[in-house]
Nanobody
């Protein structure tokens, strides 16, 4: 069974940076597309970024484009989200997810992801 464990969340001032990690175990990491989603209190879970199984293609939500960078290390079974120039509106619980389908904008669809982590809290203070 696939397990995903996020880490790296915390409290940061606006304009600061954080790097989230998602450790994958249980199956072959390198065949899964991976994604980051986030959910703020009282809001729906939103797509943030995704990366294809090979690492050769990425896709971002408009709200984070140019500030966040998704990457993966298939040798370490780990995915990352480098978050720069953080804003208060980036505050949320961040979830990583693994799935087998989707290309480009299609990777933003949560229904394509079969496995989810428990989430890590990111809080950006003014």
């Amino acid at each position: 069974q696939v397990q995903l464990v996020e880490s790296g969340g915390g409290l940061v001032q606006a304009g600061g940076s954080l790097r989230l990690s998602c450790a994958f175990s249980g199956r072959a990491f390198s065949v899964y597309n991976m994604g980051w989603f986030r959910q703020a209190p009282g809001k729906e879970r939103d797509f943030v970024a995704a990366i294809r199984w090979s690492g050769g293609s990425t896709y971002y939500a408009d709200s984070v484009k140019g500030r966040f960078t998704i990457s993966r290390d298939n040798a370490k079974n780990t995915m990352y989200l480098q978050m720069n120039s953080l804003k208060a509106e980036d505050s949320a619980v961040y979830y990583c997810a693994a799935g087998r389908g989707g290309v480009g904008a299609g990777m933003a669809l949560p229904e394509l992801y079969n496995y989810w982590g428990q989430g890590t809290q990111v809080t950006v203070s003014l």
